[in-house]
């Protein structure tokens, strides 16, 4: 295989022509305007933008949560448009691992217990669930807190245990908003470092939006979006 067609096949996740609009009463926000991305492989990617300008949107597009106005999304080559309902719920569950900006744990359910029933929602045996959800404890340094609630956690525990959970089908494409955001600058740099080597360790391509233009200089590529545009650095 040349160069070229092995760049093109690592490629694991793109979005074509992507629009979305808001209309609130008179008003209509253009957030998303063709906007086209591609991520491979392996491959980092921040996403920054100012409050407002469309990061989470954009993910939730990525992450087949919401539905564009217009634009094609590609999976592994595989159309959005052209998935069946089952499909759709198929790769959200196997193939993308979701970090939300607000982290949206279980609250009446204990930390190893958020991260073991998105695997027995795929299949998994309780065993391994339970082995795989402590294995990636121990390596967010949070053992010793698998069976707080969240709410007997802090907000980075919090946070960590939702990275746990994202990772935890082992999705080729990792989507994290503002997976350090309310975090305090030593704390962020700690759990930032964890969550890219465990990614790296998966070979897993990333997209994440952050505030933190330190943080965003550790990944592979910087794009910014500003006025339903993205920009590459
Ligand atoms: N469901 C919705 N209905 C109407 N407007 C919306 C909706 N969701 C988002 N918006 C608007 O779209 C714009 C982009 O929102 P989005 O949450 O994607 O921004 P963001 O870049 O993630 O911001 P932040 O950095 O504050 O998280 C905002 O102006 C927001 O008010
Ligand atoms: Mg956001």
Redesign the pocket.
């Known amino acids: 295989m040349n160069n070229i067609q092995e760049k093109q096949t690592d490629i694991i996740l793109s979005l074509d022509n992507i629009s979305r609009t808001?209309i609130?009463g008179d008003n209509s926000?253009k957030?998303l305007d063709k906007v086209n991305l591609f991520v491979r492989r392996g491959e980092i990617v921040s996403l920054i933008?100012s409050?407002?300008?469309?990061?989470?949107?954009l993910l939730h597009i990525a992450g087949l949560l919401e539905v564009p106005d217009s634009g094609e999304i590609r999976i592994n080559d595989i159309k959005f448009s052209q998935m069946s309902e089952k499909q759709r719920t198929i790769s959200r569950r196997n193939s993308i691992g979701f970090i939300y900006?607000f982290h949206h744990l279980l609250s009446d359910f204990s930390a190893i217990d958020n991260i073991t029933i998105p695997m027995l929602i795929a299949g998994h045996q309780k065993s391994y669930a339970i082995n795989k959800a402590e294995e990636l404890l121990n390596k967010l340094e949070l053992l010793n807190r698998k069976n707080h609630l969240p709410s007997q956690m802090s907000g980075g525990e919090q946070q960590r245990i939702s990275i746990a959970r994202a990772l935890a089908n082992s999705p080729n494409i990792l989507l994290a908003d503002e997976p350090t955001g309310n975090l305090d600058a030593k704390t962020a740099d700690i759990v930032f470092n964890q969550f890219l080597s465990l990614a790296k360790d998966e070979n897993m391509a990333v997209i994440l939006?952050t505030?933190n233009i330190k943080l965003s200089e550790k990944s592979d590529r910087v794009i910014s979006l500003k006025n339903g545009s993205l920009i590459e650095d």
Not at 51 to 57: D, F, I, P, T, Y
């Open positions: 808001f609130q926000i957030v933008g409050s407002g300008s469309g990061k989470s949107s900006q939006a505030h």
